[in-house]
């Protein structure tokens, strides 16, 4: 039998667009109830379409071909990061990352452990995001080689083929991280799993585009920034402003990819599609940082799942932590199109509109990135 909560998120998708609850149900059901991001190897089957082009004269929008440029400039090596630092994420007083966005700061619970306690548990709260962002690094990986096959353009082949090289490294260092200082690794979220499940099953090309270069990254983007300005450690704060480097590069190979085709080229009822669809994923994306597997770890003993939830959900600071994620991901979908006055009230609702007129990627500079982290 579903649990509530999985009858909940079809039913609500299905109460929003039939179309896109239909072509999500086969991911939702591998995620959420047969639980396969659970399993050590998954196999899934992509029936994209695989572009050639014989004559090498298709290459689409000109900036593919200056951000292949700027790619094979920006390559960076992971072997030069000093990974010889020192790192205990147990520290509260060098601190790794912000005690006070830990998902129950605020709650009695959390206030009655010990010092070393609460040491622990900011080690579990690095361990579960930075598990989480190595998983959809892995998940951009694949869906990076895919675009590279399934895109029209040989100018966007090019620029795809570098950012294959720029997610394995991705994969690299924040495994390496993991196993070498945290010594902790977690399991993929559902919500996140469904995510990657549906973009990577899907046979149109420009779903693997919006789902991956779109909404992944694009939240990554905004999640990077906030550790990069709120940690203290030196090796991640390295490691993190390389990354931020090539995420916007790739996001914005994203909004290149799919403006002038949702705004110009596709249908009006498939734009409108793909706006669901995308804000059927924001959901998700949001719902990811509920920190479910981190309290099922330390709190599942102490409360019920709906009273985690409902903790973590009328949190201030995670409230805000959560919102904040969106700050790079809305104007990208306002920029490609897909942010129209008919979907904003429901954007209004989870309370991500307020970055609608933030910059796009295409728009905004590295050192504007590293300036607001």
Known sequence: MLE????????????RNMKVAFDLLPSALSGFVLQEGKKRDIGMHSGHEIHYDWSYSNFGNPEFMNLYKKAKKGQW???DLLWNTDVDPTNLDFQIFPEKLQPMYNHPSYRKLSKNEKGKMLHSTVSWLLSNFL???QGALYAASMTVEATPWMGAKYYGSTQVMDEARHVEVFQKYLDTKLN?????????????HAL?????WDIKFLGMQIMIEGLALGAFGMMYRFSKEPLLRELLKNVISDEARHVHYGVEALRDYYTKEVPDYKRREREDWAFEVS??????FLFIEFYEEN????????????TVVNSEIMSEF????FSRLIPNLKAIGLLTDRIKPRYEELGLLKFEDGKAADKITLNELLAAA
Do not use: C, P
């Open 135 to 137: 998983h959809g690094e």
């Open 200 to 204: 990577t099953t899907s046979s149109e």
């Open 299 to 310: 709190f599942g003993h102490a409360m019920s799942r709906k009273e985690w939830i409902d």
């Open 77 to 79: 090596d992971s072997d």
């Open 184 to 196: 902790k690794l977690y399991q993929i979220n559902d919500n996140l799993f469904v995510i990657i």
């Open 4 to 15: 509530t909560s999985t009858i909940d998120v079809i039913t609500g998708m299905a109460g």
């Open 283 to 288: 959901k998700l994306l949001r719902d990811r």
């Open 322 to 325: 959560r919102r904040m994620l």
